[in-house]
Nanobody, 114 residues
Framework: QVQLVESGGGLVQAGGSLRLSCAAS????????IGWYRQAPGQQRELVAT???????NYTDSVKGRFTISVDNAKNTVYLQMNSLKPEDTAVYYC????????WGRGTQVTVSS
């Protein structure tokens, strides 16, 4: 059974950077899309970024130009590089892998202070 584990969250000042990682315990076969979601207090879970098996990426408008999603297939790991962070980026960030089944991590907290 595959598990996803996020890491790299923490406290950072506005304008700073963080890199989140999501490691799979084993390779997931036939992945369609890998994505990062986030959920801020009192708000709905939001899709932040996706990358397809072909490497095509998409981002929500609020993070375009600041965030970059990437994968390292050899390490079974997906990354989210976050630059120029803003207080409104504060949320719990979750990784997700879409295959025959939906795999979710348990989340990592990102807090951006002003």
């Amino acid at each position: 059974q595959v598990q996803l584990v996020e890491s790299g969250g923490g406290l950072v000042q506005a304008g700073g950077s963080l890199r989140l990682s999501c490691a799979a315990s084993r390779r997931i076969f036939m992945i369609n899309v890998i994505g990062w979601y986030r959920q801020a207090p009192g708000q709905q879970r939001e899709l932040v970024a996706t990358i397809s098996f072909r490497g095509s990426t998409n981002y929500t408008d609020s993070v375009k130009g600041r965030f970059t999603i990437s994968v390292d297939n050899a390490k079974n790991t997906v990354y989210l590089q976050m630059n120029s962070l803003k207080p409104e980026d504060t949320a719990v960030y979750y990784c997700h892998a879409e295959s025959a089944y939906d795999y979710w991590g348990r989340g990592t907290q990102v807090t951006v202070s002003s």
